[in-house]
T-cell receptor, first 112, second 114 residues
Framework: LAKTTQPISMDSYEGQEVNITCSHN???????ITWYQQFPSQGPRFIIQ???TKVTNEVASLFIPADRKSSTLSLPRVSLSDTAVYYC?????????????FGKGTLLTVNP | KAGVTQTPRYLIKTRGQQVTLSCSPI?????VSWYQQTPGQGLQFLFE???????NKGNFPGRFSGRQFSNSRSEMNVSTLELGDSALYLC?????????????FGNGTRLTVT
């Protein structure tokens, strides 16, 4: 069962690229990695999902190395509104008894 | 398209009581899953319902239960409340089962047990 580890917090400035890494040493072959963003008093919001190599959408990129023991969420040119908590999620999709393992979250603070 | 709606937003209950939380998924979504979020334990999976059947369950005691109706709306029940049940309870809906589709979360129900 994958155990996920993320930095507790990160600081950045407007316009910078931010990379948040999640370690998941015990990830299994069929496990997917998903990232969510959460603002205070709101539920998490889906950002991006990947299995291997690189995935990009309109808001972020997700880099997953060949050994898949970590993944990096990349946010290009952050703004003040990107200040939030970011969670990685690994879903162990082993049959019907799948397991969801969330990281503890990384509080990203974007400064002006 | 309307998002996931959870009611009520806030609840205060006394130890030993029971509580029922409600979740209305995004139209067309067949899966509803529930999560507990606390500062100490973070986000933890409670259970998932798909086509009115519980498909999977996290590591929580039997006091936590749920159900899903034919219109995909779901309820979660916690009986014999304990102080440690104070948390933000989130539900999420998805097109297919949790391992196949991104989750769309509601804004949660904040439960305080006194």
């Amino acid at each position: 069962l994958a155990k996920t580890t993320q930095p507790i917090s990160m600081d950045s400035y407007e316009g910078q690229e931010v990379n948040i890494t999640c370690s998941h040493n015990n990830i299994a072959t069929n496990d997917y990695i998903t990232w969510y963003q959460q603002f205070p008093s709101q539920g998490p919001r889906f950002i991006i999902q990947g299995y291997k190599t690189k995935v990009t959408n309109e808001v972020a990129s997700l880099f997953i190395p060949a050994d898949r023991k970590s993944s990096t969420l990349s946010l290009p040119r952050v703004s003040l509104s990107d200040t939030a908590v970011y969670y990685c999620l690994v879903i162990n999709s082993g049959g019907s008894n799948y397991k969801l393992t969330f990281g503890k979250g990384t509080l990203l603070t974007v400064n002006p | 398209k309307a998002g996931v709606t959870q009611t009520p937003r806030y609840l205060i209950k006394t130890r030993g009581q029971q509580v029922t939380l409600s979740c209305s998924p995004i139209s067309g979504h067949r899966s509803v899953s529930w999560y507990q979020q606390t500062p100490g334990q973070g986000l933890q999976f409670l259970f998932e319902y798909f086509s009115e059947t519980q498909r999977n369950k996290g590591n929580f005691p039997g006091r936590f239960s749920g159900r899903q109706f034919s219109n995909s709306r779901s309820e979660m029940n916690v009986s014999t409340l304990e102080l440690g049940d104070s948390a933000l309870y989130l539900c999420a809906s998805s097109l297919e089962q949790v391992m196949h589709s991104p989750l769309h979360f509601g804004n949660g129900t904040r439960l305080t047990v006194t």
